[in-house]
């Protein structure tokens, strides 16, 4: 105890503690009197005892969660899959968007890592989230918050993520995040697919009623409705996964880059026609970029090039529930051409494994579970049959 150096008047005590690293650590405190000082000690060092101290310099309890963020998505740059190879561009891309739509530009954005450590306040930030941006949207924010907080706990910086506790709010009935649409004859396109029939495939003339439709929209979506139905191509690795170098005219080929298992990166082979429709697009938009990239403005308002740059997912998905509207084909959706590939692929006799390596499945299962089979035929029953007659015992 000693009196204060500046505060005319007052004592200053000072102790030593050890913070939960066991790092010893000196604090400070003052008061009128002797018994003021040394109770305002005590109870600095109680509550520097409670605060976490923990993790690195650039990653902490009070670093921003913005600036975590970014350390996080630099770590997701640099991370390898289970087969050796980098995270995709699509997806470090769908990330780092979710990052500046949601985290960064919000409250959410200055608190520190300690801060919004809370089941109270994530799951205050993903309500607003959905009420805004829909039910998905909000699934993946919480996706992305929790590998911030997963990386701050695995540094120290915080004591455990409550992301565990953490439960997922649905956008409220009314609020412009909520697309709860049932009923595909009042649809405004932007429902989220949810009354849609994941488990029929087109038929020729519904396909026929499609393409037709899609060849007259003026969205440019009738050369990739042409594609999916082609390919079994899903629509991401149409979007996004498909460059002009990777298609081959000539071998009538593509390399479709997809990254969902290491099965979808496979080389499929285009159909004369097919190989037309995109002799036809090379002809007309040219060959940089994407094969279904932007082509209804060759620059953008600031004058830089956007021919070819990937298309907004959701937008062409809202011009293709359009089309399939027109189609009398409301129950169908992106996926329904992969399935429609599955289910002829099945009908004219070809085995699951090469149905599979044409949608780029990993797994079986999944090809059989496009077709809706519960189990795999097998021949093992009439097989797996000895031919003998067991002899009766003693002899």
């Known amino acids: 105890m000693r ?24 604090a400070t405190a003052s008061g009128a009197s002797n018994a003021a000082a040394t109770r305002a000690l005590k109870a600095k060092v109680a509550a520097a ?61 200055a608190m520190s890592v300690g801060q919004v450590n809370s089941v109270a306040v994530i799951e205050g ?52 995040g909520d697309r709860s649409c049932r009923d595909p004859e009042d649809c405004d396109f932007n429902c989220g697919g949810r009354h849609l029939d994941t488990k029929r495939a087109f038929t020729a003339d519904e396909m026929k009623r499609v393409q037709t439709n899609a060849d007259a929209s003026t969205a440019d979506v009738g050369d990739l409705v042409a594609f999916l139905f082609g390919t079994g191509a899903r629509i991401s690795e149409a979007l996004r996964n498909t460059a002009w170098s990777d298609v081959d005219l000539d071998a009538q080929s593509v390399h479709v880059r997809g990254t969902k298992t290491r099965h979808a990166d496979r080389v499929l082979a285009l159909s004369d026609g097919l190989t037309e429709r995109l002799c036809d697009r090379a002809s007309t938009y040219g060959t940089n970029g994407q094969v279904f990239g932007t082509t209804r403005f060759a620059v953008s308002r600031n004058g830089a090039n956007v021919l070819g740059r990937p298309r907004n997912r959701q937008n062409v998905l809202k011009s293709l529930r359009k089309v399939l509207a027109v189609s009398e084909t409301r129950w169908a959706g992106s996926h329904s051409f992969r399935r429609t590939v599955a289910t002829w692929m099945d009908e004219a006799g070809a085995p699951l494994a090469e149905i599979g390596a044409q949608l780029g499945h990993g797994d079986l299962n999944v090809t059989a ?24 015992s003693g002899e």
């Open 369 to 392: 579970h496009y077709l809706g089979r519960t189990t795999a035929p097998t021949r093992a029953a009439s097989i797996m049959i000895l031919d003998w007659t067991p002899t009766e």
């Open 3 to 26: 009196p204060h150096p500046t505060l005319l008047g007052h004592q200053q005590a000072r102790g030593y503690y050890r913070d939960r690293r066991d790092v010893r650590r000196e």
């Open 125 to 176: 930030w993903l309500t607003d989230v959905a009420n805004t941006r829909g039910n998905v949207a909000a699934q993946q924010s919480r996706k992305v918050l929790s590998g911030i907080l997963d990386l701050a706990e695995r540094v120290e910086a915080i004591p455990a993520s409550v992301m565990r506790r953490v439960q997922l709010p649905a956008a409220a009935p009314g609020t412009e």
């Open 49 to 109: 005892e409670k605060e976490h101290v923990g993790g690195t310099a650039e990653l902490n309890h009070k670093t921003r969660l913005d600036v975590a963020a970014d350390l996080w998505l630099a770590r997701k740059r640099g991370q390898r899959k289970r087969g050796g190879g980098a995270l995709s561009p699509t997806t470090i891309a769908d990330y780092q968007g979710y990052i500046n739509r949601v985290i960064k530009g919000t409250p959410l954005a």
